[in-house]
């Protein structure tokens, strides 16, 4: 069983440029979750997606948004960036819900802004 | 606010030593708690769930509601059980989750030959 893929794997932006970044749940897998994990900040929710719903959003501004499509696959977007966030962009997934407990993460994205 | 402190950033021990990393959180209702881990160059993964009350490599980890805490532990220390340590709450109310894990800072475990 392929695990949880997320492309692009690095890259590097510029101030005021905007990126998506992807990710492939495992397949079955519903619920995808996005973490930022900084050395300062930790791992921190973004958000979690099940069956294309927003079903809940951690404390970040409205430049970092995310949708799901019909078959699981998640993507997420950061407008106007910002220097503070270059971060590894993690997503994760799992069967039906957070209620399980158990995310299976993918090796991120690793995002730099110049 | 829900919170999950690790207080500990660094830990080493020697080969052999017992271990414990720590874990204390502040929510309200009763959350399900679990120890995630990532070793060098691999993926975090979940490590073990208190509601399995299972060991897994050897840890264990044992809630304790009074002091709202939730350790990780391990009696022998093996050189391959260096990593980072998660400790994650999720929230919960009336057995319904939250839907979100909150993680703590994390624990860098070195443990030394």
């Known amino acids: 069983k392929a695990g949880v893929t997320q492309t692009p794997r690095y890259l590097i932006k510029t101030r005021g440029q905007q990126v998506t970044l992807s990710c492939s749940p495992i397949?079955?897998?519903?619920?995808v979750s996005w973490y930022q994990q900084t050395p300062g900040q930790g791992l921190q929710f973004l958000f979690e997606y099940f069956s294309e719903t927003q079903r809940n959003k951690g404390n970040f501004p409205g430049r970092f948004s995310g949708r799901q499509f019909s078959n699981s696959r998640s993507e997420m977007n950061v407008s106007t960036l910002e220097l503070g966030d270059s971060a590894l962009y993690l997503c994760?997934?799992?069967?039906?819900?957070?209620?399980?407990?158990?995310?299976?993460f993918g090796e991120g994205s690793r995002l730099t802004v110049l | 606010a829900q919170r999950v402190t690790q207080p500990e950033k660094l830990l080493s021990v020697f080969k052999g030593a017992p271990v414990e990393l720590k874990c204390n959180y502040s929510y309200s209702g009763s959350p399900e708690l679990f120890w995630y881990v990532q070793y060098s160059r691999q993926r975090l993964q979940l490590l073990l769930r208190h509601i399995s009350r299972e060991s897994i490599k050897g840890f264990t980890a044992d809630l304790n509601k009074g002091e709202t805490s939730f350790h990780l532990k391990k009696p022998f220390a093996q050189e391959e059980d260096s990593a980072m340590y998660y400790c994650a709450p999720e929230g919960r109310a009336g057995g319904t989750s939250y839907g979100k894990l909150t993680f703590g800072q994390g624990t860098i475990l070195t443990v030394h030959p």
């Open positions: 397949s079955g897998h519903r619920s």
């Open positions: 994760a997934s799992s069967l039906e819900s957070l209620n399980t407990g158990e995310l299976f």
